[in-house]
């Protein structure tokens, strides 16, 4: 949680609990090469006490670009999925505030448009959390919840 890594063909990675976190991967399909950004929040510049930016949409999405690139990837070939965002608790109230899961999908695919990165699948919202496993040898994306069958995206 509020962290990021990359990985290359054949490892795999993963990250557990996205409830209305969303796991952002970035993938250059030619090099085999993945990202995955767990965050927490949509965005760095409403929270006073930000120093992680691995937390946030915005800020994630940026850092993660950046050592895929350092690494070998090209921003030219990204494509992104995304999962998670979900509505864990209900609430009385229409705040969207309290939406977190609505808005860290919104800030996610704001962001990825804004840098010009394709997102070519997703499993996002419902009320249940999700685990992932991003495979960059056939850019398979295993999404697993209790309850549910396990989906390939």
Same mark, same amino acid.
Request: proline content about 3%; aromatic content about 4%.
């Given at each position: 949680?509020?962290?990021?890594?990359?990985?290359?063909?054949?490892?795999?990675?993963?990250?557990?609990?996205?409830?209305?976190?969303?796991?952002?991967?970035?993938?250059?399909?030619? =090099?085999?090469?993945?990202?995955?950004?767990?965050?927490?929040?949509?965005?760095?510049?409403?929270?006073?006490?930000? =120093?992680?930016?691995?937390?946030?949409?915005?800020?994630?999405?940026?850092?993660?670009?950046?050592?895929?690139? =350092?690494? &070998?990837?090209? @921003?030219?070939?990204?494509?992104?999925?995304?999962?998670?965002?979900?509505?864990?608790?209900?609430?009385?109230? =229409?705040?969207?505030?309290?939406?977190? &899961?609505?808005?860290?999908?919104?800030?996610? @695919?704001? @962001?990825?448009?804004?840098?010009?990165?394709?997102?070519?699948?997703?499993?996002?919202?419902?009320?249940? &959390?999700?685990?992932?496993?991003?495979?960059?040898?056939?850019?398979?994306?295993?999404?697993?919840?209790?309850?549910?069958? @396990?989906?390939?995206?």
């Amino acid at each position: 949680m509020a962290d990021l890594k990359i990985c290359c063909s054949p490892d795999a990675i993963t990250t557990l609990g996205l409830g209305s976190c969303v796991g952002i991967v970035l993938y250059d399909p030619i =090099e085999k090469i993945a990202g995955l950004a767990h965050v927490m929040l949509p965005d760095s510049t409403q929270i006073v006490c930000n =120093e992680n930016i691995a937390k946030f949409a915005d800020t994630a999405i940026d850092r993660l670009l950046q050592i895929m690139i =350092e690494n &070998g990837a090209s @921003k030219n070939r990204m494509i992104a999925k995304i999962a998670g965002g979900a509505q864990m608790f209900a609430f009385s109230s =229409e705040n969207p505030m309290l939406c977190i &899961g609505k808005r860290n999908v919104e800030a996610s @695919k704001n @962001k990825l448009e804004e840098l010009g990165i394709r997102i070519v699948a997703e499993d996002t919202g419902d009320s249940y &959390g999700r685990t992932i496993e991003f495979y960059p040898e056939t850019g398979e994306l295993l999404i697993k919840a209790v309850g549910k069958e @396990k989906k390939i995206i």
